[in-house]
């Protein structure tokens, strides 16, 4: 497709549980990046790629999340015994460079929400 | 600690008339802003852009404002339209970390009939 692809689009799950999150990028655009957004707040940036590697990843709020682009396209978010507060809308962006002031800025996928009961 | 403010949750505006969406913020190493909308089910998409070495930039019916000084920018659309109403959300960077974006809480803007 032309756009930023996201799935699931709802992954309701139990609190302990594994979870999987999959961003396929625009064609051609080596920055990916994602972000979570909870109810009534702002998108919260959570780890960049630069092709295959995690260039920041500082935004991971701890060791239960981790991210993986293995060939530089497509990337997945993986959270380890979710919890309640895991609950948000996760949003994935890719742009054709790193950066806010590449041409055409960050395209976002429809996002996927997650619910952690 | 919020360093992107949107204060105005919400705002209403008739059709034709000017919408201005207003955005603070605190870290003065921030020097690259940006508005996005956002439908709802949809993610954000980008809308317009300012750098801190100028302080205006204008695409059609959007114009952002900085005023630096003031650590202020704004938005105005005009005239607006019906097909506006979206949630608007100001986004702010900074050279030292340009891939990291730093969004306000957004803002409601209803255009009426």
């Known amino acids: 497709g032309a756009g930023v692809s996201q799935t699931p689009s709802n992954k309701v799950t139990e609190k302990g549980k594994y979870v999987e999150l999959r961003c396929d990028p625009i064609?051609?655009?080596?920055?990916l990046y994602w972000y979570r957004q909870s109810l009534g707040q702002g998108p919260e940036f959570l780890i960049y790629?630069?092709?295959?590697?995690?260039?920041?990843d500082s935004g991971l709020p701890n060791d239960r999340f981790f991210a993986v682009r293995p060939e530089g396209s497509v990337s997945t978010l993986k959270i380890q015994r979710t919890e309640r507060g895991d609950s948000a809308v996760y949003l994935c962006?890719?742009?054709?460079?790193?950066?806010?002031?590449?041409?055409?800025?960050?395209?976002f996928g429809e996002g996927s929400r997650l619910t952690v009961l | 600690d919020q360093q992107v403010k949107q204060n105005s949750p919400s705002l209403s505006v008739q059709e034709g008339r000017i919408s201005i969406l207003n955005c603070d913020y605190t870290?003065?190493?921030?020097?690259?802003f940006l508005w996005y909308k956002k439908y709802p089910a949809e993610g954000p998409t980008f809308l317009i852009s300012i750098s801190s070495i100028k302080d205006k930039n204008e695409d059609g019916r959007f114009t952002v404002f900085l005023n630096k000084s003031a650590k202020h920018l704004s938005l105005h659309i005009v005239p607006s339209q019906p097909g506006d109403s979206a949630v608007y959300f100001c986004?702010?960077?900074?050279?030292?970390?340009?891939?990291?974006?730093?969004w306000g809480l957004g803002t409601s803007l209803a255009v009426n009939p």
């Open positions: 986004a702010a960077s900074w050279a030292g970390n340009n891939r990291k974006l730093i």
């Open positions: 962006a890719s742009s054709l460079t790193g950066g806010a002031r590449t041409t055409g800025e960050l395209f």
């Open positions: 870290n003065s190493m921030f020097d690259y």
């Open positions: 790629f630069q092709g295959t590697g995690a260039a920041d």
């Open positions: 064609s051609g655009h080596t920055a």
